[in-house]
């Protein structure tokens, strides 16, 4: 190093098994403002880095090498987007630099720094055009948004209802974290809407978080008729490299007020940022399940607070971990329990399945009643909907001779039955066989399928209902572009009568016809050793529940409110009773003193050490010295280290997959053993030929 030169401490994706080394440091002829992106040499090759606040000098001889170059085109990063991405990496167990950089689109850290010099360039000059453009326009008397394509015309907004007004007064007051608490129907997204006006008037961004953005298109077009004159972007994982890249700089250049995206959009650099929107914020789909396991939801109420800026959390089920903060006052609570324009909650009836024939459950996927229910709003001219969270024509095929069944020969689970191109599919390890023309393991002609998915119900369906316009929507309908939209204009357009569906088609649609909505199988997880299922179950009824009736007018037009049919072996569980009252209090207080007595979430904080090998006794092998690690460390006090289980579905893949729980009442206490066996579980990994990998789970979604 030169007397003259600059020490940079830089982020910076260091190879696998680089351990959390944070910072290195190189030089710079002269000073560099923490935030700037640059690139340095390491090993070999030239690699994107940011430069980062500096960490306290290390003493060592070695000479540091000299940063290439610095993005001077590029405005820094923020303080804030910094503390944020700091955070996420001491609470999630990674390192500093694997999440500076996974944060940021991939496609920034291929190009050099010449490269985004003329990126900035050109988005630069687009935005003087585009502005030239609407100032001419405006010269000429007409306005920038009638320029606008038709689609992209200025939507009025609705005047609210006292309670939707009283909800944005409330979440812009409060500063901190809102819980929107808001029946489906009952206008949350109006109010996202306004308030997000409102913040966007006082020249801020505003960024909405959704869990699937396909899943969602209503939501886009919505944000894009009211906000395309603000510079409305999306950030999700199913953009081109370019686009992502293209999106990303037009938040963190400014140019984009309004940020849509998905969970990794929580990381957007938005130097302006007043709001963050959290839609549905129970969605499992806000965690993300591998690399650094974040949970959006998480890291967006960290931001707000960080930032001081409001956070809203959406949602007519929130999660139980929500709604425990919300009673601790930790979060402001905001109810609406009304639906806009006073449309009935559909009738609740259960179908106890124990009281049907197992002769009729074979040949009819709805029971007699149900099946009767459908015809008659057929015959109304409504359209129905019917759910069932397995695709697939069956969960699997046997032999009656020799008991045969179709499992993977790679993973713990059955292939699944696919007719329409007679294959069988592991839907773990994606395996796709044909299917065989005898019994593989006796060579009896007389194999068949065993259950029901998707396919098998729409063929039964279709059979059942001579004529009926009957739509399929699930994961393999819907794999070609554009496939699901088309999908789901048919069903608005009222092109369809019957819809089928996985849980796919039960989150967020507005659709405006449904009678009567059905959900077959419903109890399958609820026995599972997942102590969230009958959260999941219960938000999954709750949401199909929205579907149904959200149109006044159509109750008006038949006697009674729109249907909600469950077929169920337990009709007397408590998600049942609950669904039926429509009360989800009483649903979250039951689940919370049972959590309670039982010592889980949100009473107690958990982690997942998990393990992937080659074999079961490896995994176990390493998981059990871990323990044993932990148990030496003093940080270990007040902690639980509960002993390694296989994962339910336990070999994906020729791995074995093994887990570990690690709990603690207190979630100092835990996130203080995390970072002290950090150095302990590093050194075990080559002690154990064989381990593949492990990773760390905190607050992890699936037990
Ligand atoms: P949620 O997001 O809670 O499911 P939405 O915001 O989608 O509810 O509202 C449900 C329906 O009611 C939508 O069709 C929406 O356009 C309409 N709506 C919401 N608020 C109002 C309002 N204040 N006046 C008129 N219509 C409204
Ligand atoms: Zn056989
Ligand atoms: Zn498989």
């Known amino acids: 190093m030169e007397p003259a030169d600059h020490r940079v401490d830089v982020a910076v994706e260091l190879p696998k098994h680089g351990g959390l080394a944070d910072l290195l440091s190189y030089t710079h002829p002269a000073a560099v403002e923490p935030g700037r992106l640059v690139q340095v040499p390491l090993g070999k090759r030239l690699v994107r880095a940011v430069a980062w606040d500096a960490s306290p000098p290390e003493p060592h001889g070695m000479a540091l090498r000299a940063v290439a170059s610095v993005a001077q085109s590029v405005p820094p990063l923020s303080p804030a987007w910094r503390r944020l991405v700091a955070f996420a990496a001491a609470y999630y167990q990674r390192s500093l630099g694997e999440l500076a950089l996974s944060a940021l689109p991939p496609r920034l850290r291929q190009l050099d720094d010449t490269q985004l010099a003329r990126l900035t360039t050109k988005l630069a000059a687009a935005r003087a055009a585009s502005a030239t453009k609407a100032a001419a326009s405006a010269a000429t008397g007409t306005t920038n948004t009638a320029d606008a394509p038709p689609e992209f015309q200025a939507e009025a907004s609705p005047t609210l209802t006292s309670e939707q007004h009283h909800a944005v007064q409330a979440i812009l007051a409060h500063g901190g974290a809102t819980l929107l608490f808001g029946a489906t129907g009952s206008g949350k997204t109006e109010v996202y809407l306004q308030a997000a006006q409102a913040v966007l008037d006082r020249g801020r961004q505003v960024l909405v978080l959704v869990p699937e953005i396909n899943l969602t298109p209503q939501l886009e077009s919505r944000l894009a008729a009211r906000f395309a004159a603000h510079g409305l972007t999306t950030l999700h994982s199913a953009l081109t490299p370019a686009q992502r890249l ?84 930790r979060y402001q609570r905001v109810d609406m329990p009304e639906r806009v324009g006073g449309a009935r909650w559909p009738k609740v009836r259960l179908l106890d399945m124990n009281k049907i024939p197992r002769e009729v459950q074979r040949q009819h996927a709805l029971a007699p009643p149900l099946m009767d229910a459908l015809r008659a709003c057929r015959a109304r001219g409504e359209q129905s909907l019917v759910l069932l969270n397995r695709r697939g024509y069956a969960p699997v095929l046997h032999c009656k001779s020799c008991a045969w069944k179709s499992d993977c020969p790679h993973c713990s689970a059955w292939r699944v039955f696919h007719k329409i191109d007679r294959s069988l599919r592991c839907h773990h390890c994606g395996l796709a066989t044909r299917v065989p023309k005898a019994c593989p393991s006796c060579g009896d002609m007389d194999i068949e399928p065993m259950g029901r998915g998707t396919q098998k119900l729409e063929e039964q369906l279709t059979l059942a209902l001579p004529g009926a316009r009957i739509k399929r929507i699930d994961a393999d309908s819907v794999r070609g572009k554009g496939a699901l939209e088309s999908s789901l204009s048919a069903v608005h357009e009222g092109d369809v009568d019957v819809l089928v569906g996985t849980q796919m088609v039960a989150k967020g649609h507005d659709f405006r016809r449904m009678g009567l909505v059905a959900v077959i199988d419903a109890d399958g997880s609820l026995f599972t050793s997942d102590f969230r299922a009958p959260e999941r179950l219960f938000a999954l009824l709750m949401q199909a529940a929205g579907r149904a009736g959200r149109d006044a007018t159509l109750d008006a037009a038949r006697d009674e409110a729109s249907e909600l049919w469950v077929q169920t072996w337990h009709p007397t569980h408590p998600v049942f009773e609950a669904l039926k009252a429509h009360d989800f209090e009483a649903f979250a207080a039951t689940q919370l003193a049972q959590r309670q007595l039982a010592g889980l979430p949100p009473w107690t904080s958990l982690a997942l050490l998990r393990a992937d090998a080659k074999s079961a006794d490896v995994a176990e092998a390493f998981l ?76 992890p979604l699936q037990i």
Not at 300 to 317: D, H, I, N
Not at 629 to 656: F, M, Q
């Open 246 to 329: 293209k999106h990303w700089m037009a938040a963190h250049l400014g140019h984009a007020r309004v940020v849509l995206g998905t969970r990794l959009a929580v990381f957007a650099s938005m130097p302006e940022l007043g709001l963050i929107v959290v839609d549905e914020e129970h969605d499992p789909s806000f965690k993300q399940q591998e690399g650094a396991r974040y949970s959006a939801r998480d890291l967006a109420v960290y931001r707000g607070q960080s930032e001081s800026l409001p956070v809203v959390l959406g949602s007519a089920t929130p999660s139980l971990e929500s709604w425990r903060r919300a009673q601790e006052g």
């Open 624 to 699: 059990q010295a871990a323990s044993q690690a932990a148990l030496g460390l003093p940080e270990c006090e007040g902690v639980t280290i509960y002993p390694a289980v296989p994962l339910h579905v336990s070999k994906v893949a020729d791995v074995e997959r093994m887990q570990m729980l690690v709990e603690s009442p207190s979630r100092i206490a835990l996130q203080r053993l995390l970072a002290a066996w950090h150095a302990p579980l590093q050194a075990l990994r080559g002690q154990h030929k064989g381990l593949l990998r492990f990773a760390l789970d905190v607050d």
